[in-house]
C-alpha cells in the first residue's frame, strides 16, 4: 500500500470541507409563498432561505405573523402584534415544511417521479408520518420544495430570487419583547 502524506491528507480534508460549506452557503433565496388551507381562504407571503435559517412571513385576517426557523441554534421564534411580541419554542424540523431536502429526507420518502413545477423541474415525493400522507416536490436546482401538500394545506414557492441575504433577517427584531414557551418539545 503506497503511502500518503500528510500533505496530501490535509487537503482532501480542506477540499472536503470546503466543498461541503460552499454547497451549505449556496442555498439563499426568497421566494413567493402562498398557503392554502383545505378550507379557507389563501394567505400570502414571503420566505427567506440562507443555509439552514428559514423567516416565512404571512399575512393573514389577523395581520402579519413572522416565523424564524433556526435549527443551529435549536430554536423557533414566532413574531406577532407588528414586531413586539416574539413566542421562543424549541426547534422541532416538523414543524419547517422548508428546508433543504438531503438524502435523509430522501431515504424516508417515496419516489413518485418527475414533474415541472412553476416551470421547475422537480422530483416528488410522499412521507407518510403517523399515518398522514403529504407530497413534496423538490427542486433539482435548489434540493428545495417548491411545493408542499399535506392533509391541512398546500404551500407554493414560487419566484426565486436568488442572491445574498442579511443576516438580520433570521434574528429577532431589536425592541420585541421575548416569550418563551414552558412546554417540552415531544421526541422527533
Request: with cysteine; glycine share 8%; aromatic share 10%.
Amino acid at each position: 500500500m503506497p503511502k500518503v502524506s500528510k500533505a496530501l491528507v490535509l487537503f482532501i480534508f480542506v477540499a472536503s470541507a470546503v466543498m461541503v460549506s460552499t454547497a451549505q452557503a449556496a442555498l439563499e433565496f426568497s421566494a413567493k409563498l402562498v398557503v392554502q388551507p383545505q378550507s379557507g381562504n389563501p394567505l400570502g407571503g414571503r420566505i427567506f432561505v440562507k443555509g439552514v435559517r428559514v423567516r416565512e412571513v404571512i399575512s393573514g385576517p389577523h395581520g402579519i405573523q413572522i416565523m424564524i426557523f433556526r435549527p443551529d441554534r435549536k430554536v423557533t421564534w414566532m413574531i406577532t402584534n407588528g414586531g413586539k411580541a416574539c413566542l421562543q419554542m424549541p426547534y422541532l424540523s416538523s414543524d419547517n415544511r422548508f428546508e433543504q431536502w438531503t438524502a435523509r429526507e430522501s431515504s424516508g420518502a417515496r419516489f413518485l417521479g418527475d414533474e415541472t413545477v412553476f416551470g421547475m423541474d422537480c422530483r416528488k415525493y410522499q412521507v407518510v408520518e403517523n399515518g398522514q400522507k403529504t407530497l413534496y416536490w423538490i427542486s433539482r436546482q435548489l434540493s428545495f420544495p417548491v411545493k408542499v401538500e399535506s392533509p391541512y394545506e398546500t404551500d407554493e414557492c414560487t419566484n426565486f430570487k436568488q442572491g445574498e441575504l442579511n443576516d438580520s433577517l433570521f434574528e429577532i427584531p431589536p425592541g420585541c419583547r421575548k416569550t418563551l414557551t414552558r412546554i417540552a418539545p415531544p421526541e422527533e
